[in-house]
T-cell receptor, first 113, second 118 residues
Framework: GENVGLHLPTLSVQEGDNSIINCAYSNSASDYFIWYKQESGKGPQFIIDIRSNMDKRQGQRVTVLLNKTVKHLSLQIAATQPGDSAVYFCAENSGGSNYKLTFGKGTLLTVNP | NAGVMQNPRHLVRRRGQEARLRCSPMKGHSHVYWYRQLPEEGLKFMVY????????ESGMPKERFSAEFPKEGPSILRIQQVVRGDSAAYFCASSGQVAGTSSGNTIYFGEGSWLTVV
């Protein structure tokens, strides 16, 4: 069936390094993708989104890249800080409904001081 | 601006009891969504509501679960006769046109309600 998955379940980086979190999706009908950050015991926090008519979008310290050819999404975090430690989820809109998001299982990012 | 508000944050129920989870959307938002997150998994869509209307409940279990978003007051997710498998984090989210922003369709999540069934 259609699913969203992550290549790496865990990622450990040193403070100040750049982080790259990857995500694969299989639903070719998806045209809206979002990255969320979830800290322990809290709700998902919106980071950045991108529509399928774009291949790159930048925010503050974050960049999302979308490669529709290989159905791949990545989140780049520049100068990673300890406060970035969290689980990161990519999500896609299933069948074109922006409200019905399909989430991957998440990648745990650990930033070492 | 206050975000999506959920209560209670933590709820413990015995098997067979009822659980009621409440959600007040972000100010100005008229679209509410409920998601469930099982331990170490991603969130799964349950239901989408607008005021007094259920728009899409395709992710809701067929029995024991119901949701409403009345004209006045918060949205309620109700779970009757809870079982241990209902133990999870339930997240409410909202979206809609928010004055002064350009991201009116972005879905924002609350902090969740953690249900434990013992």
């Amino acid at each position: 069936g259609e699913n969203v998955g992550l290549h790496l379940p865990t990622l450990s980086v040193q403070e100040g390094d750049n982080s790259i979190i990857n995500c694969a999706y299989s639903n070719s009908a998806s045209d809206y993708f979002i990255w969320y950050k979830q800290e322990s015991g809290k709700g998902p926090q919106f980071i950045i989104d991108i529509r399928s008519n774009m291949d790159k979008r930048q925010g503050q310290r974050v960049t999302v890249l979308l490669n529709k050819t290989v159905k791949h999404l990545s989140l780049q975090i520049a100068a990673t800080q300890p406060g970035d430690s969290a689980v990161y989820f990519c999500a896609e809109n299933s069948g074109g409904s922006n409200y019905k998001l399909t989430f991957g299982k998440g990648t745990l990012l650990t930033v070492n001081p | 601006n206050a975000g999506v508000m959920q209560n209670p944050r933590h709820l413990v129920r015995r098997r067979g009891q009822e659980a009621r989870l409440r959600c007040s959307p972000m100010k100005g938002h008229s679209h509410v969504y409920w998601y469930r997150q099982l331990p170490e998994e991603g969130l799964k869509f349950m239901v989408y509501l607008q005021k007094e209307n259920i728009i899409d409940e395709s992710g809701m279990p067929k029995e024991r679960f119901s949701a409403e978003f009345p004209k006045e007051g918060p949205s309620i997710l109700r779970i009757q006769q809870v079982v241990r498998g209902d133990s999870a984090a339930y997240f409410c989210a909202s979206s809609g046109q928010v004055a002064g922003t350009s991201s009116g369709n972005t879905i924002y999540f609350g902090e969740g309600s953690w249900l434990t069934v013992v």
